[in-house]
């Protein structure tokens, strides 16, 4: 096989591939309902499984450090992780990552959740729901109470936190230099939807308060966000998967806190109410990650 012919393999291959994880059936359908039916030859390309993680032995980390970042959903940039959050027009290959992740919590294939971004306090998912729902009895309600009759579900005022009003992702990660491979890589630890707590919902948006909902071991829901797809704004016949588009740090953010001795603490806690000094720090503290690897280079 000469060169030519290597490479028309290997491109006609990946059109292959990549259409097998699109729309499939889009252009051959006869009836809408034929509309993402595989063939056997796309199941069997269409494999759901993770690149697995190479194994790292703690020997070969030289230097690592942990961090904190806010992934803001305001930004286009972040748009792929918002958006859709009406699914009633779309089909079911295009969720958002908070339906995704309510999904596969629900449906038992994401175990690994906790309360806390330092994983020590698990949560089941009947927790989880509880922290997305809000039940308050009106003054009319309360009034039927006090005398004794029974409540009219109408004077009952349920919210729950849906898609829609997630403002944020918060990610924990670690950078670390592997001195066998001597380069400087990212893993990625934990994943948090932030929104604002429920009881504020209806609060003007500047009284609301945000609060991480759960935190989610990123290594257990890898194999979720493998199956789950995103819209890809510049060739809609090509989506990548999320486990892809977070493992790739395809996102802007924000670091809001690494670890340190003053156990952790966030840097708005040692600079206060002055957004750009805060900016400014997160600003080095990315740069100390950066520039360690050329320093090690250079040295």
């Known amino acids: 096989m000469n060169t030519r ?11 292959f591939i990549s259409t097998a994880m ?27 499984t993770p690149l697995a993680y190479g194994f790292i032995d703690d020997r070969d980390i030289l230097w690592s450090k942990t961090i904190w970042e806010i992934v803001d959903l305001d930004e286009r940039i972040n748009f792929p992780y918002y958006y859709p959050t009406d ?20 449906n038992g294939k994401i ?5 806390d971004d330092y994983f020590q306090s698990k949560l089941t998912y009947q927790e989880i ?17 006090n005398a004794g009759e029974e409540l009219d579900p109408q004077y009952i005022n349920r919210r729950t936190i849906t898609a829609a009003e997630i403002r944020q992702y918060r990610i924990k990660g670690t950078w670390y230099v592997n001195k066998r491979l001597g380069e400087l890589k990212y893993r990625l630890l934990g994943v948090a939807p932030v929104a604002p707590d429920v009881y504020t919902l209806d609060l003007p948006e500047e009284e609301q308060d945000l609060v991480e909902l759960f935190w989610v071991w990123f290594p257990d829901a ?9 819209f890809n704004n ?8 999320y486990d892809h588009m977070l493992n790739s740090r ?17 840097i708005e806690e040692y600079i206060f109410e002055d957004a750009l000094k805060q900016l400014l720090e997160s600003e080095r503290v990315k740069s100390v990650i950066r520039d360690f690897e050329q320093d090690l280079w250079n040295n």
């Open 234 to 241: 510049r060739n809609s016949s090509q989506p990548i998967t």
């Open 250 to 266: 395809r996102f802007n953010s924000l670091i809001y806190k690494e670890e340190n001795v003053y156990e952790d603490r966030k």
């Open 129 to 145: 729901l509880d922290k997305l729902v809000a039940i308050d009895t009106l003054e009319a309600g309360i009034e039927q109470l």
């Open 111 to 115: 175990k690994e959740v906790y309360d």
């Open 5 to 15: 012919s290597f490479y028309s393999f290997i491109l006609i291959s990946c059109t």
């Open 222 to 230: 890898r194999k979720s966000l493998n199956a789950s797809k995103v």
């Open 87 to 106: 699914t009633l027009n779309l089909g079911p290959d295009r969720r958002s990552l908070f339906h995704v992740l309510k999904k596969n919590l629900r």
């Open 22 to 48: 699109a729309q499939a059936n889009l252009l051959n359908a006869r009836v809408p309902q034929e509309i993402g039916q595989l063939n056997e030859q796309q199941v069997e390309a269409n494999d759901e």
